[in-house]
């Protein structure tokens, strides 16, 4: 996921997710110190099936080593502060 700053134009990398997800439903708080994002189908690549026979072959995420499975990750800076600032 990319992020832009319109003012400078810089495009910068602001999050990656497991292979094979779709991340989406992008959110944050009215206050901007935390910021939602929904990863969905970790582990299952739209070119070809997960293995029923070894469902972690692609991903074990979010926790291993069991099937990989949808969540929702929350995004807050360490010294609290607003996410971009």
Not at 13 to 27: A, H
Not at 32 to 58: A, L, M, T
Request: proline content about 12%; hydrophobic content about 25%.
């Amino acid at each position: 996921m990319l992020a832009a700053d319109p003012e400078t134009r810089e495009v910068r990398r602001f999050l990656t997710g497991p292979s094979g997800c779709e991340r989406t439903g992008v959110t944050s708080t009215p206050d901007g110190r935390s910021v939602f994002v929904n990863i969905q189908y970790p582990g299952e690549p739209s070119s070809e099936r997960s293995d029923p026979k070894n469902p972690i072959g692609i991903s074990a995420w979010p926790d291993g080593p069991g099937r990989p499975r949808s969540a929702t990750v929350v995004i807050q800076r360490r010294d609290g502060g607003v996410i971009g600032a």
